[in-house]
């Protein structure tokens, strides 16, 4: 075909530069401002323990009944959304490979979190969290912290640094 040139051009990694667990998950639960607001009432504290257990159970069918050690860090199977106060976008992107008691933690954490910053006007935990954070494109991205038993937001620019690093290794690490 004349006058078609295919050629390649190299970037440099920057917020472009896919983020798989930035990717949306196959199954996203979106947990939207008025259950947040009903779930703040009394009759909504019930609900949430039948929605925690429909989480859960959904949780199993996805990942089965034994673990697997899969690759990634980061789920692309699951993920729950929701929104700040402000209307942000919010991501908590799960952990392969934990176990169930594990996910029902999370779950427990991703809702006293939410509940805890719809029912504040400020500093609760995700407030604190995203103040000084970067969005990549229009949402904070948490994952959870074995360590600290609580969600925390995914710093951006050292997820660039890290890739760079991977893809780049100084001559030092030779």
């Given at each position: 075909m004349?006058?078609?040139?295919?050629?390649?051009?190299?970037?440099p990694?920057?917020?472009?530069a896919?983020?798989?667990?930035a990717?949306?998950?196959?199954?996203a639960v979106?947990?939207?401002?008025?259950?947040?607001?009903a779930?703040?009432?009394?009759?909504?504290?019930?609900?949430?323990?039948?929605?925690?257990?429909?989480?859960?159970?959904?949780l199993?069918?996805?990942y089965?009944?034994?673990?697997?050690q899969r690759?990634?860090r980061?789920?692309?199977?699951f993920?729950?959304q929701?929104?700040?106060?402000?209307?942000?976008?919010?991501?908590?992107?799960?952990?392969?490979?934990?176990?169930?008691?594990?996910?029902?933690?999370m779950?427990?954490?991703?809702?006293?979190?939410?509940?805890?910053?719809?029912?504040?006007?400020?500093?609760?935990r995700?407030s604190?969290q995203?103040?000084?954070?970067?969005?990549?494109?229009?949402?904070?991205?948490?994952?959870?912290?074995e360590g600290?038993?609580?969600?925390?937001?995914?710093?951006?620019?050292?997820?660039i640094?890290?890739?760079?690093?991977?893809?780049h290794?100084?001559?030092d690490?030779?």
């Amino acid at each position: 075909m004349s006058g078609l040139h295919i050629g390649s051009e190299k970037r440099p990694i920057g917020l472009y530069a896919a983020f798989e667990w930035a990717i949306p998950t196959l199954i996203a639960v979106y947990i939207l401002r008025p259950y947040l607001d009903a779930f703040l009432s009394e009759a909504g504290k019930d609900h949430y323990s039948v929605l925690k257990r429909a989480l859960v159970k959904l949780l199993e069918k996805i990942y089965g009944s034994t673990l697997e050690q899969r690759p990634l860090r980061r789920s692309l199977l699951f993920s729950v959304q929701s929104a700040t106060r402000d209307g942000e976008q919010i991501k908590f992107v799960f952990p392969e490979g934990v176990d169930h008691e594990t996910y029902s933690t999370m779950l427990d954490e991703i809702f006293g979190m939410l509940a805890e910053h719809h029912s504040m006007e400020e500093g609760d935990r995700l407030s604190d969290q995203i103040s000084n954070s970067t969005m990549l494109g229009r949402t904070y991205y948490f994952e959870f912290s074995e360590g600290q038993k609580s969600w925390i937001v995914i710093d951006v620019n050292s997820e660039i640094e890290k890739r760079k690093l991977a893809e780049h290794p100084s001559k030092d690490d030779n």
